[in-house]
């Protein structure tokens, strides 16, 4: 909300370029906290097995689909429909928006692709 209305401020960008630009570092910031560092930010008692695990690996135990998974699903699909209705559907501005949720949101939060590093990237 914060980066939003930091935008906003900025007076060289539309209304439209400030939503595409929060929808798209929201997805960004959010993949890289939850789907790209691993281990953990505070001392575990796991031996070191959250070392080799993303921050959405050790949501509630690896659990599928927990409300707190849930939640962090829905967040960003919200976001890209407020951003689809406030720049009025402009097909640019749906193309960034839809393919950074898709990419960055809604495919490393897939089932299929827990505990897997695509092409061996970040092993």
């Known amino acids: 909300v914060g980066c939003h209305f930091f935008l906003?401020?900025?007076?060289f960008l539309s209304v439209a370029s400030v939503w595409t630009l929060t929808c798209t570092l929201h997805n960004v910031?959010?993949?890289?906290?939850?789907?790209?560092?691993?281990?953990?930010?505070?001392?575990t008692l796991d031996q070191g097995e959250a070392?080799?695990?993303?921050?959405?690996?050790?949501?509630?135990?690896?659990?599928?689909?927990?409300?707190?998974?849930?939640?962090?699903?829905?967040?960003?699909?919200?976001?890209?429909i407020l951003a689809s209705f406030y720049t009025q559907y402009d097909p640019i501005h749906f193309l960034i928006n839809a393919?950074?949720?898709?990419?960055l949101s809604?495919?490393?939060?897939?089932?299929?692709?827990?505990?897997?590093?695509?092409?061996?990237i970040n092993r």
Not at 8 to 11: E, V, W
Not at 52 to 80: A, N, R
């Open 8 to 11: 906003l401020c900025i007076p």
């Open 29 to 43: 910031l959010t993949y890289l906290l939850l789907h790209w560092e691993k281990g953990s930010p505070y001392e």
């Open 51 to 80: 070392r080799v695990l993303t921050q959405w690996e050790q949501f509630d135990d690896g659990e599928q689909y927990s409300p707190t998974k849930k939640f962090l699903l829905v967040v960003p699909i919200v976001i890209f």
């Open 99 to 103: 393919s950074t949720l898709i990419l």
């Open 106 to 120: 809604i495919l490393p939060k897939l089932p299929q692709f827990y505990r897997v590093r695509v092409f061996g």
